[in-house]
């Protein structure tokens, strides 16, 4: 299978997610924002969450149960095909071009 890159889509891709916030459009409440912040994006990026750096007066009982009833199926989408994404990128073989392409 081969794949091909279009470094134009890339690169203005890339210079709009500069501008994009980075809290997913699921966020809805300040809690939740928290929640996402200090405990999902730090899961995700596999650093260490330390219960006594949770300031558990920043969010609220519902916030919790919104985001594990509610949207936990759709953060695990995104997480899988993030996941799938860099994997498909890590098992491309380099490939050498033999003429340069300047957008």
């Known amino acids: 299978m081969e794949y091909t890159l279009d470094l134009g889509r890339m690169v203005s891709a890339l210079k709009k997610a500069d501008s994009e916030s980075s809290v997913p459009k699921f966020i809805e409440t300040e809690g939740e924002k928290y ?41 695990d989408g995104q997480i899988c095909t993030l996941h799938n994404i860099v994997n498909t990128f890590a098992e491309m073989p380099a490939k050498v071009l033999t003429t340069r392409k300047y957008f």
């Open 35 to 75: 929640i996402y912040d200090n405990v999902i994006a730090k899961y995700m990026s596999k650093q260490p969450i330390h219960v006594g750096d949770i300031d558990f007066d920043a969010f609220e009982e519902d916030d919790i149960t919104t985001l594990i009833d509610d949207k936990m199926e759709f953060v």
